[in-house]
């Protein structure tokens, strides 16, 4: 391009890197909250002005041509570095992704206490549980158990072991009256979609012979067995920290406590705010709670 011809236009570009990304010219359209044929007229102009084509028009998707392809990497990173000069330059306030179980059952019963401690940091809450795309979804730190990669570049601190067990309410223990792991076999055990595996684990890390039968009835989230465990639905087999709460109320018992299980609960910090003074507040804070366990 000579010096004389006039640049693209930034509305132009970005109208493409988000039509490259989602594939798609009505979801890039939702994105940047214009209509889809602003971003049709936006690429067409991009598109004269580069005397290339870039996009293979046709079909529900939209499909890249090889200079598109090329285009679309360079301006996703363009766009990223954007992002992260200026969340640099000019923070918000620090956003915490967890699980909606950890938040309900661990996160939200002690943040006030890291209020009190630190009134200056300003904390919003994010509930998520999988991978993230810190700038997209304008997350600073994640709460993540290792069954999840985090995403490239991310800075991963340690947080503490998950140590997981069987609980059930009082009154289902007497009921069913369980007195040793072997009974297990016989009592309804229940489990969540999130950790279909928890039963084997739990076995596995006991060192029990082999896992209990398959489990009876299966919940979407923890925050929900946690409730049919308490109501007397049967056993789960739930990480210490998601029921250190309905063990000191006396809702729930641990017959056989907590061993360490396979997992550990770690802490995603995104590549730009590594070193930010809230950041690392935030990260002690986590880090010393997480490890005072059930005392």
């Not at 956003?95 to 939200?108: Q, R």
């Not at 290792?146 to 490239?152: S, W």
């Not at 039968?213 to 990480?239: K, N, R, T």
């Amino acid at each position: 391009m000579s010096a004389t011809t006039p640049r693209p236009s930034l509305n132009a570009l970005r109208a493409f890197e988000a039509t490259a990304r989602l594939g798609s010219m009505t979801a890039a359209a939702a994105e940047l909250f214009v209509t889809h044929g602003a971003v049709s007229r936006h690429l067409r102009a991009l598109e004269d002005q580069l005397g290339i084509v870039l996009l293979k028009r046709g079909g529900a998707a939209t499909e890249l041509t090889p200079d598109g392809a090329r285009l679309a990497e360079g301006l996703a990173t363009a766009f990223r570095l954007i992002q992260e000069s200026v969340e640099k330059l000019k923070p918000g306030p620090l956003t915490l992704s967890c699980s909606s179980s950890v938040m309900m059952h661990w996160l939200i019963p002690r943040i006030g206490g890291f209020y009190e401690e630190h009134p200056n940091v300003e904390i919003q809450l994010n509930m998520n549980h999988g991978r993230v795309d810190f700038l997209r979804d304008n997350i600073g730190v994640a709460i993540r158990n290792t069954m999840y990669e985090p995403p490239a570049g991310t800075q991963v601190r340690e947080l503490m072991v998950e140590r997981v067990g069987p609980v059930c309410s009082p009154e289902y223990l007497r009921t069913a009256g369980l007195t040793t792991p072997a009974e297990l076999a016989q009592a309804r055990l229940l489990s969540t979609k999130t950790r279909l595996l928890a039963w084997q684990e739990w076995a596995t890390a006991a060192g029990q012979a082999g896992p209990p039968c398959e489990a009876a009835e299966l919940y979407e989230h923890f925050y929900l067995l946690i409730q049919a465990a308490a109501c007397g639905l049967g056993m789960a087999a739930v990480p210490e920290m998601l029921v250190l709460g309905e063990l000191r109320s006396g809702r729930l018992v641990a017959p056989f406590g907590f061993v360490d299980g396979p997992h550990r609960m770690v802490l995603w910090i995104a590549p730009q705010l590594e070193g930010r003074a809230d950041v690392e507040t935030l990260a002690r804070w986590l880090a010393v709670e997480m490890r005072r366990r059930a005392d």
